[in-house]
């Protein structure tokens, strides 16, 4: 279970990835995020930059379950929690259901598996 869980955290990074480097722009990404087009144009470079480094994340994500290396798991669960904080923290709230919870979802079934 907790592989699966990790898994679903590293896709959901690689979705976030595709939608802030390739998609920012695109009405459907825009009335996620809740951007105007203007925004979105102006901040594309922002976006692209915070999608790569989600894309650290899932690519952490991938190394650990690949690898069997638990901490690997474990440390980038962690950098996705932060992460969702402080997004909700800054950006907005709903970040923390759609990163940090499934994060340290992700987190206790590893660390309950170990």
């Given at each position: 279970?907790?592989?699966?869980?990790?898994?679903?955290?590293?896709?959901?990074?690689?979705?976030?990835?595709?939608?802030?480097?390739?998609?920012?722009?695109?009405?459907?990404?825009?009335?996620?995020?809740?951007?105007?087009?203007?925004?979105?144009?102006?901040?594309?470079?922002?976006?692209?930059?915070?999608?790569?480094?989600?894309?650290?994340?899932?690519?952490?994500?991938?190394?650990?379950l690949v690898a069997s290396n638990v901490a690997?798991?474990?440390?980038?669960?962690?950098?996705?929690?932060?992460?969702?904080?402080?997004?909700?923290?800054?950006?907005?709230?709903?970040?923390?259901?759609?990163?940090?919870?499934p994060g340290a979802l992700a987190l206790a079934?590893?660390?309950?598996?170990?």
């Amino acid at each position: 279970m907790a592989e699966v869980l990790v898994g679903l955290v590293a896709v959901l990074h690689l979705y976030f990835l595709v939608l802030e480097m390739f998609l920012w722009t695109a009405p459907r990404t825009r009335a996620a995020f809740g951007t105007t087009a203007e925004f979105a144009t102006a901040s594309k470079a922002l976006a692209a930059n915070q999608g790569l480094y989600n894309g650290f994340l899932a690519a952490g994500l991938v190394y650990g379950l690949v690898a069997s290396n638990v901490a690997f798991e474990v440390f980038f669960l962690i950098c996705v929690i932060v992460a969702g904080l402080y997004g909700a923290a800054t950006a907005n709230r709903r970040i923390l259901l759609v990163q940090a919870l499934p994060g340290a979802l992700a987190l206790a079934a590893v660390l309950a598996a170990r």
